[in-house]
Nanobody, 128 residues
Framework: QVQPVESGGGLVQPGDSLRLSCAASGGTFRSRTVAWFRQAPGKEREFVAAIRYNGVPTWYAEPVKGRFTISRTNAKNSVSLQMNMLKPEDTATYFC?????????????????????WGQGTQVTVSS
């Protein structure tokens, strides 16, 4: 088992950057695909980005492509989400999720049901 723990959220202005981190507690991310999801008030949780256990490939939701970058440092047992050119519509609670050890299909990578362990979330607010 592993418990993802998110950090790095905050209040920023449109166009700013923010970096979220997800650390593995009680276990390791080394053999796990890890993803970020987000949930805005009144909306369903949605996929943001994912990275396979070996770092390749990565997957992104269309609204964040070209602005967000997911990366992992297995030595540090962590996954980061670099968010650039933030927009008000990026405002949400961001959740880190880890899959059980092993491979993942591309078709699964964007689905909540593919991930077994979830963090408590970190709030990102983009407002002027």
């Amino acid at each position: 088992q592993v418990q993802p723990v998110e950090s790095g959220g905050g209040l920023v202005q449109p166009g700013d950057s923010l970096r979220l981190s997800c650390a593995a507690s009680g276990g390791t991310f080394r053999s796990r695909t890890v993803a970020w999801f987000r949930q805005a008030p009144g909306k369903e949780r949605e996929f943001v980005a994912a990275i396979r256990y070996n770092g390749v490939p990565t997957w992104y939701a269309e609204p964040v492509k070209g602005r967000f970058t997911i990366s992992r440092t297995n030595a540090k047992n962590s996954v980061s989400l670099q968010m650039n050119m933030l927009k008000p519509e990026d405002t949400a609670t961001y959740f880190c999720a880890a899959r059980k050890e092993g491979t993942i299909l591309s078709s699964e990578s964007t689905e909540e049901t593919a991930y077994d362990y979830w963090g408590q979330g970190t709030q990102v607010t983009v407002s002027s």
